[in-house]
C-alpha cells in the first residue's frame, strides 16, 4: 500500500518508550472525571456530593447541546466535586463499590444494525454516552449531532511520545474493533482507517475498510495532518475524527449494551518506573498508573497525554477523558554553567547546533525550558518544521496585530496545535499557545 | 570556581531586584548570569519539552564564526602597519601592534552600544537580547585602522539606537545595525572612511616618509582605469594578486580583508544552520550573474569599451567586503526575508547590486554595504510577494 511519508516534522528520541508488554492494574479505590480538560465543554453537573452512582449514570451534560452527556466511569458515591476559580469544575470523584452496579442501555442487535435508520444510531450513541468520542476539525470540538461530516478519520497509532500501540490496544479485540467501524460506516459514508505505525496489524483490520497509511515523523498521527495531506477541496475541513481504541469502545457498547470503562493505557519517559502498556480502567488516578513515583526519586512532571500536547497533571488528578498516555518527564528545573556553549552531547535538538546531532541513543529529556524568552528573529526554524505548511513565525505576527483574516488565509485553521513550532523555537516564543488560543477566540465568534 | 561564582552571583542579586539600589539595572545583571549559568526555567505549559537550542547559544555561534577574520584581522593590521612604518615584522610584535589598534575599538563599541542597550532595556524592562554582542562585534571589525575612537563611539550609538532601538529592537529592525552604523560613519566622516591613507596605521618612530608607504586599495584603484588598459594589469602592477586578495593580506579594514577566512566562517555558519546558505550562494551567483556578461562584452570589444567591467568576475568575490558582507551581514535573520525563495532572491540582488555599485559609481569604492542595506529595504516585499504566491496554492480552510 502507498504510504503517506511525511518530511516536515520532527521526532525526537525520548528514553523510555513503553514497550508492547501488556500487565494489568490493579483496580482503583476511586476514579474520577476531569470536565475541565475537555475543550470547548460547557458542563452542567446532573450529580451532587453523595449521590450514589452506576456505570452509565450522567455525571454532566454539555449546556451547548444537552443531548451531550458525560457517563460516570464507576459504580459507587460520589464524595467530592472540586471547584476551580469561576467555579469551573475541576474533578468528580466517585469512590467505588466492591460489586459496582451497571446501567444497561436499549442497543440494537449486531444484526439489526444493519437496518437502523442513521438517527436512531446517533440517539443510541447520545444516551449511551458513546458522542463525545466523536470529534470535529479544525476545532476538536465534539462532533456536531445534527449534522452529517464529509468524511470520519479513524486514528489508528499515535506517534507522539508516547501513546498506546495498536498493536497492543487491538489484540484479541479485532471483532469489536469491526463492529465500531460498522457503526462510523452508518453515521458517514466517508470512513478511513490513518494507519501510522506498524504495518502488521492491517490484517487485524476489517476488509472492506478503507485504509490510508501514514509514515514519517511526528506528528504524522495527527488527524489534522492526515487531513492536511490528503484533503482535495475545502468540503473536507470539518471531517470528524475518533481514537482508534474509541471505536473498539464502541464496538463493545452496541455488543453489551453497557458503557464501557476497560482502557489500554501507556506509562511512559525517562523517569517512568515501569514503562509499559496497562490494561485498566477510564479515569484511573494518577497516582496509581505511575505508583512507586518517577524513577531515582528525582522531581518529575507527571504529563497527561503526549509531551507536546498533553497537560501537567498533579498526582492526585485523574486520567483525562481523551488521554490514554502518563509521561513521566524530568522536571529539569536546574541551573546549567555556561549552558550556551557546551559541546551538547546528550542535549538534543532539530537544529545542527550540538554534538548532539551525531547521537544515534535515545535522549533522557527534561522538562526544561533551556533558554530565555526572547523576540522573534525571523529565523524560520518553526517554518521548516510545520506540518502542515503554516509560516508560525509570520501568522503569529498576523494574530498579535489583530489580523484575524490574515492569518486565516496563513492556515490558522489547519493548525494541527502538534506543537512542534513551540517546541523548536530558539526564542522559546509559545506559537502553539498563541494559535490555539486564536482558533478557540475565532471559533467562540463564529458559533 | 562555579560555586563561588554562584555565591557572587547570590549576594550580588538583592541590589538588582526590586527595591534594590540599582534595581534599574536588573537586564544588565539578569544579562552575566544567564552567561554564567543558563536559567532553571521550566516550561509553563505544553509544548512539555524544549529544544536546547536558544538565542543566546544562536548568536554565540555568530560570533564563534566571526573568529577567523578577526583573528586574521589583528595579525593583518599589525602586519600592514608595521610594515609600512619599517617596524619589525615578526609574528608577537605584529600581533601586538594589531591588538593595540583593535581592541581599543572593539571595546569602545561594546562598552557604548551596552550603554544603549541596558538603557532600552531598564526603559522597557525586558532583557539584553544576544544580538547585541554580534552587532557590537562587527561594527569595529569594518573599519578603517585608523578610525578615531570618538567616531567608534557615535557609529555604535548611531547603530544601535537608529538602527535598531527606535524600531522596538531587536526582531523589529528593517536595517542591520551594524551596517546601519559603518554607513552613517562613511557618510558623515568621508575623510576617515575613504581614500588612500586610511587603511594602514602608520607609526610616525623613525624615518620612514608617511606618504611613500600608504596605498590604493584594489577597488580604488580600478576607477582609474582609462580605455583599453586591463584592470587586471593595474592591479597586479600594485601587487595584488588573485591570491592575495584571496588570503587577505592587504590593507583595508581591519577585519574584512580575508575572503578566506570568511569562507571558514561560512562553513561553520551553514554547518550548524546558523547562517542561511541561501543568501551566501545567492549572492556569489548574483555577482557573477552580472559581472559576467559585463566582463564577455569587454572581452568582444578588444578592450576598447566597458573598461569598468575589465576585471575578472571571479575577482569580485575576493575584493573589498563582498566575502565578510555576504556571509556575516547579509544573513543576519532580522533584517533580511523569512522566506525561503525570498532568501535566494535577496542574495543575489545583493551581489548584482554589489558588482553595479562597484563598476557605474566610482564614488563609492565598496559597493557591498550599500548593495545590503537597500536590499534589507526590499526584504519585507519579496517576503509579501513570496507569501501570497504560496498561500494562493493553500485550500482555504475559513
Known amino acids: 500500500m502507498n504510504a503517506i511519508h511525511l518530511k516536515k516534522g520532527f521526532s525526537i528520541r525520548i528514553a523510555g518508550a513503553p514497550g508492547r508488554d501488556l500487565h494489568r492494574l490493579d483496580t482503583p479505590h476511586q476514579v474520577g472525571m476531569v470536565?475541565?480538560?475537555?475543550?470547548?465543554?460547557?458542563?452542567?453537573?446532573?450529580?451532587?456530593e453523595g449521590d450514589l452512582v452506576s456505570i452509565g449514570t450522567p455525571l454532566f451534560e454539555d449546556k451547548r447541546n444537552t443531548r451531550i452527556r458525560f457517563l460516570s466511569p464507576g459504580g459507587g458515591r460520589v464524595t467530592r466535586i472540586v471547584f476551580g476559580p469561576r467555579r469551573i469544575i475541576r474533578q468528580i470523584i466517585i469512590a467505588l463499590d466492591k460489586d459496582e452496579p451497571c446501567d444497561a442501555f436499549d442497543v440494537p442487535t449486531v444484526e439489526q444494525l444493519d437496518a437502523i435508520p442513521r438517527q436512531a444510531l446517533v440517539d443510541t450513541l447520545l444516551a449511551g454516552g458513546m458522542w463525545p468520542f466523536l470529534r470535529t476539525l479544525p476545532f476538536m470540538d465534539l462532533a456536531d449531532p445534527n449534522t452529517v461530516p464529509p468524511s470520519i478519520f479513524v486514528r489508528l497509532g499515535s506517534d507522539e511520545p508516547f501513546g498506546p500501540d495498536p498493536v497492543v490496544t487491538l489484540k484479541s479485540r479485532e471483532d469489536r474493533f469491526g463492529l465500531g467501524m460498522d457503526v462510523l460506516d452508518k453515521l458517514c459514508d466517508r470512513v478511513v482507517i490513518n494507519l501510522t505505525g506498524d504495518e502488521s496489524i492491517l490484517s487485524a483490520l476489517p476488509d472492506q475498510a478503507v485504509v490510508q497509511r501514514f509514515t514519517g515523523c511526528y506528528p504524522s498521527g495527527n488527524p489534522s495532518v492526515q487531513l492536511y495531506r490528503t484533503r482535495t477541496g475545502s468540503e473536507q475541513n470539518r471531517a470528524w475524527f475518533i481514537d482508534g481504541q474509541d471505536v473498539i469502545l464502541l464496538g463493545d457498547y452496541i455488543r453489551t449494551?453497557?458503557?464501557?470503562?476497560?482502557?489500554?493505557?501507556?506509562?511512559?519517559?525517562?523517569?517512568?518506573?515501569?514503562?509499559?502498556h496497562v490494561s485498566t480502567r477510564a479515569g484511573v488516578p494518577l497516582s496509581l498508573l505511575c505508583s512507586g513515583?518517577?524513577?531515582?526519586?528525582?522531581?518529575?512532571?507527571?504529563?497527561?497525554?503526549?509531551?507536546?500536547?498533553?497537560y501537567a497533571g498533579s498526582p492526585d488528578s485523574f486520567m483525562g477523558f481523551y488521554q490514554n498516555a502518563l509521561n513521566l518527564i524530568d522536571d529539569g528545573d536546574r541551573e546549567e554553567p555556561f549552558g550556551f556553549i557546551r559541546p551538547g552531547t546528550s542535549k538534543p535538538s532539530y537544529s545542527t547546533a550540538f554534538l548532539s546531532a551525531f547521537r544515534r541513543k535515545p535522549f533522557p529529556m527534561d522538562c526544561g525550558q533551556h533558554g530565555e524568552v526572547r523576540a522573534c528573529v525571523n529565523c524560520g526554524t518553526c517554518a521548516r518544521i510545520c506540518p502542515v505548511d503554516i509560516l508560525p513565525q509570520f501568522t503569529m505576527k498576523c494574530l498579535v496585530a489583530d489580523e484575524?483574516?490574515?492569518?486565516?488565509?496563513h492556515g490558522l485553521l489547519d493548525c494541527a496545535e502538534c506543537g512542534l513550532c513551540t517546541y523548536a523555537c530558539p526564542s522559546k516564543i509559545q506559537l502553539r499557545e498563541v494559535f490555539q488560543v486564536a482558533k478557540a477566540q475565532y471559533y467562540k465568534e463564529i458559533s | 570556581m562555579m560555586k563561588a561564582l554562584k555565591r557572587l552571583f547570590n549576594t550580588t542579586r538583592p541590589h538588582f531586584e526590586n527595591g534594590?539600589?540599582?534595581?534599574?539595572?536588573?537586564?544588565?545583571?539578569?544579562?552575566?548570569?544567564t552567561v554564567a549559568f543558563a536559567p532553571a526555567l521550566t516550561t509553563r505549559s505544553d509544548a512539555h519539552v524544549r529544544d536546547s537550542l536558544d538565542l543566546k547559544r544562536f548568536m554565540t555561534f555568530v560570533i564563534i564564526a566571526l573568529m577567523p577574520p578577526f583573528f586574521f584581522g589583528i595579525y593583518n593590521t599589525g602586519y600592514q602597519s608595521h610594515l609600512a612604518s619599517g617596524l619589525n615584522l615578526g609574528f608577537v610584535p605584529v600581533i601586538?601592534?594589531?591588538?593595540?589598534?583593535?581592541?581599543?575599538?572593539?571595546?569602545?563599541?561594546y562598552a557604548v552600544g551596552l550603554f544603549w542597550e541596558v538603557l532600552f532595556a531598564s526603559i522597557r524592562k525586558h532583557n539584553i537580547s544576544e544580538g547585541f554582542l554580534v552587532t557590537g562585534l562587527l561594527f569595529p571589525m569594518t573599519l578603517p585602522p585608523t578610525t578615531p575612537l570618538w567616531q567608534v563611539a557615535v557609529g555604535i550609538s548611531f547603530g544601535v539606537v537608529i538602527g535598531k532601538e527606535i524600531f522596538g529592537g531587536t526582531g523589529r529592525n528593517i536595517l542591520n545595525p551594524a551596517l546601519t552604523a559603518r554607513a552613517f560613519i562613511f557618510f558623515a566622516y568621508p575623510a576617515n572612511m575613504s581614500g588612500d591613507r586610511v587603511w594602514t596605521l602608520v607609526e610616525q618612530s623613525g624615518q620612514q616618509a608617511v606618504d611613500a608607504v600608504t596605498?590604493?586599495?584594489?577597488?580604488?584603484?580600478?576607477?582609474?582605469?582609462?580605455?583599453?588598459?586591463?584592470?587586471?594589469?593595474?592591479?597586479?602592477?600594485?601587487?595584488?594578486?588573485?591570491?592575495?586578495?584571496?588570503?587577505?593580506?592587504i590593507p583595508g579594514s581591519v577585519c574584512e580583508t580575508s575572503a578566506l577566512m570568511c569562507l571558514l566562517g561560512a562553513v561553520f555558519l551553514v554547518l550548524t544552520g546558523v547562517g542561511n546558505y541561501r543568501i551566501m550562494i545567492g549572492g556569489i551567483v548574483g555577482v557573477l550573474a552580472v559581472a559576467y556578461p559585463g566582463y564577455l562584452i569587454y572581452l568582444s570589444s578588444g578592450g576598447q569599451t566597458a573598461t569598468m567591467f575589465s576585471v575578472h568576475p571571479v575577482w569580485h568575490l575576493v575584493m573589498g567586503s563582498f566575502a565578510f558582507g555576504i556571509v556575516y551581514m547579509a544573513t543576519d535573520p532580522v533584517s533580511g526575508p523569512g522566506m525561503e525563495l525570498s532568501r535566494w532572491i535577496y542574495g543575489f540582488a545583493i551581489g548584482a547590486l554589489?558588482?553595479?555599485?562597484?563598476?557605474?559609481?566610482?564614488?563609492?569604492?565598496?559597493?557591498?554595504?550599500?548593495?545590503?542595506?537597500?536590499?534589507?529595504?526590499?526584504?519585507?516585499l519579496m517576503d509579501h510577494f513570496v507569501i501570497k504566491a504560496r498561500l494562493r496554492k493553500r485550500v482555504p480552510n475559513v
Open chain 2, 20 to 33: 534594590g539600589r540599582l534595581e534599574k539595572l536588573h537586564p544588565l545583571f539578569d544579562a552575566i548570569e
Open chain 1, 257 to 276: 449494551g453497557r458503557y464501557p470503562v476497560q482502557r489500554i493505557m501507556t506509562v511512559g519517559g525517562s523517569l517512568a518506573p515501569a514503562a509499559g
Open chain 2, 96 to 109: 601586538m601592534q594589531g591588538a593595540r589598534v583593535v581592541l581599543p575599538m572593539l571595546m569602545v563599541s
Open chain 1, 35 to 48: 470536565p475541565e480538560r475537555i475543550p470547548f465543554v460547557k458542563p452542567r453537573l446532573l450529580v451532587e
Open chain 2, 215 to 249: 596605498a590604493a586599495t584594489p577597488l580604488a584603484l580600478l576607477p582609474l582605469a582609462t580605455a583599453g588598459e586591463s584592470a587586471s594589469r593595474i592591479l597586479g602592477e600594485a601587487g595584488y594578486t588573485f591570491q592575495r586578495l584571496f588570503i587577505g593580506n
Open chain 1, 293 to 310: 513515583g518517577p524513577a531515582g526519586g528525582q522531581a518529575a512532571r507527571t504529563i497527561v497525554g503526549g509531551v507536546f500536547t498533553g
Open chain 1, 404 to 409: 484575524v483574516e490574515e492569518a486565516l488565509a
Open chain 2, 354 to 380: 554589489t558588482v553595479m555599485i562597484r563598476v557605474f559609481n566610482p564614488a563609492y569604492p565598496e559597493g557591498v554595504m550599500l548593495a545590503i542595506l537597500f536590499m534589507n529595504l526590499f526584504a519585507p
